[in-house]
């Protein structure tokens, strides 16, 4: 009774085509490749512009395992037997988000800071802290049940185990997401109506008139609401191909993962060039770092003071 729902589907097709059991189309594969890749340069540029290396780790190194997997796929397309390919954007493409999502979870911590962190149910230092940290665990786990899946392919045996600690990486973290989700928009309703969660020393006082939301951080909010939309679209189709069998009617279907993984990246990914956090976050507080740096301070002392 323990066995995997991979077991009902693990017998392949014997009229597949290798590992896939489709050809990649190559238009298809270079069109993601380029776009992966203008993505991960413009990051790349942006990140040093703006001094904002936490984008390195996690909006670029994104970027990056697309163009691996999206590579390996080109190379399927003209070898689809071939298995090294397919082990290689097997990986790529399943835990090429996760870095993305820890873009989303520190660009709030980092909204919460310059628009009020007496509104926020965690402070910001323990949003990057707890999400991220979860993102990394949920990386690993996804990176280890694709390696684990592609040796078993390798190695035609069954799948079964792999796909199943893939599954439980990617459902985690479409847990985390909506736990993010959740915390950001009881923040945004706190926000509004001015009902804080907890007492800060030094909070953001407003002038008359003045908005504790500018347009230009709107606009960010609704570009990072969109890039979470994306990818939890994304890991919600994720969870159902892996659910499906590893030769099952979902991850055996190119449409399907041309569209609700790829385009959904994509879409996600270059949602945070065109509104990045270095151009966004401060247009119209430049002061955003001083009131990031005091809140850090005073979230340091009342830890010391605790402990004392």
Known sequence: MTASVFEA?????????GPYTYVPTEWICILFLVLYSISTIIHLSQAVKFRLWWMLPTATFAGVLEILGWSARLWS?????????YEMQLVGTIIAPTPLVAANFIILGKIINQV???YSRLTPKLYTIIFCCFDVICLIVQAFGGASAAHAVSQDTSAAMGANIMLGGIAAQLFAIVV???LASEFFLRLKFNSPFRH?????????GQSAVSKNLRVLICAMAFCTLCIFIRSIYRTVELAGGWFGPVITTQHY???LDGAMVTLAIYSLNFFHPGIWLNKENPT????EQA???????AEEEAAA
Do not use: C, I, M
Not at 77 to 85: A, D, E, I, V
Not at 200 to 208: F, G, N, S, T, Y
Not at 288 to 291: E, P, R, T
């Open 9 to 17: 589907s693990q017998l392949p097709n014997q009229n597949r085509v």
């Open 77 to 85: 397309s003209h070898s689809p037997k071939l298995l090294t390919p």
């Open 116 to 118: 009020g962190p007496q």
């Open 180 to 182: 993010y989700v959740t």
């Open 200 to 208: 800060v020393e030094q909070p953001r006082v407003l002038e008359k």
């Open 257 to 259: 993962f041309d569209w």
């Open 288 to 291: 955003g770092h001083d009131l």
């Open 295 to 301: 809140a850090d301070e005073e979230e340091e002392e």
